[in-house]
Antibody, heavy 120, light 108 residues
Framework: EVQLVQSGEVVKKPGESLRISCKGAGYNFTNSWISWVRQMPGKGLEWMGRIDPRDSYTDYSPSFQGHVLISTDKSINTAYLQWRSLKTSDTAMYFC?????????????WGQGTLVTVSS | EIGMTQSPATLSVSPGERATLSCRASQSVSKKLAWYQQKPGQAPRLLIYDASTRATDIPARFSGSGSGTEFTLTISSLQSEDFAVYYCQQYYNWPPWTFGQGTKVEIK
């Protein structure tokens, strides 16, 4: 089955570091960019950034540049979203998503989401 | 950054009726626009891309139209499973790709 499978729910304290994952299955992982999308509680969708699994080239939204790091390990078909120092405002659901095609950054496949709670 | 504005915020519709959702871009996005459906506790699902092309396995009652700055998602006859939040997203000008704030379609 073609899918993106994300790591599980996590609870962290402010200032802690975190890395969540998104594993691609059932397709050639290097064929499609992976994006990360944030959804804060009760709010809408925000695109954070994307990575090309072939060469780890990344683009970030200015709103998230410098606060998160997107990476990939193509040997295990996995993309990551990482924080060095979490804030309470990072509490959100995070989705990874695969784009439809080379010229179409609509997201045809989504992971199930990872809920991150940051609380002291 | 291109701003995306959806209207209305909430749409109350009876099952079987037609629903029309709007999305406006702050500048032209050509036809680089997608629509998603999101139900509580679920990931978004792609409905429409390139403004008017239905994604795989999306029923024909969903249709998209528009170009430039004005776009519409129409659900021709609402089914019970269609009550959800709908988002538009532009992928014409980055960074970043941007989403509208969503329209909630609720049962009247």
């Amino acid at each position: 089955e073609v899918q993106l499978v994300q790591s599980g729910e996590v609870v962290k304290k402010p200032g802690e570091s975190l890395r969540i994952s998104c594993k691609g299955a059932g397709y050639n992982f290097t064929n499609s960019w992976i994006s990360w999308v944030r959804q804060m509680p009760g709010k809408g969708l925000e695109w954070m950034g994307r990575i090309d699994p072939r060469d780890s080239y990344t683009d970030y939204s200015p709103s998230f540049q410098g606060h998160v790091l997107i990476s990939t390990d193509k040997s295990i078909n996995t993309a990551y979203l990482q924080w060095r120092s979490l804030k309470t405002s990072d509490t959100a659901m995070y989705f990874c998503a695969r784009r439809l095609g080379m010229a179409t950054d609509a997201f045809e496949m989504w992971g199930q989401g990872t809920l991150v709670t940051v609380s002291s | 950054e291109i701003g995306m504005t959806q209207s209305p915020a909430t749409l109350s519709v009876s099952p079987g009726e037609r629903a029309t959702l709007s999305c406006r871009a702050s500048q032209s996005v050509s036809k680089k626009l997608a629509w998603y459906q999101q139900k509580p506790g679920q990931a978004p699902r792609l409905l429409i891309y390139d403004a008017s092309t239905r994604a795989t396995d999306i029923p024909a009652r969903f249709s998209g139209s528009g170009s430039g700055t004005e776009f519409t998602l129409t659900i021709s006859s609402l089914q019970s499973e269609d009550f959800a939040v709908y988002y538009c997203q532009q992928y014409y000008n980055w960074p970043p790709w941007t989403f509208g704030q969503g329209t909630k379609v609720e049962i009247k």
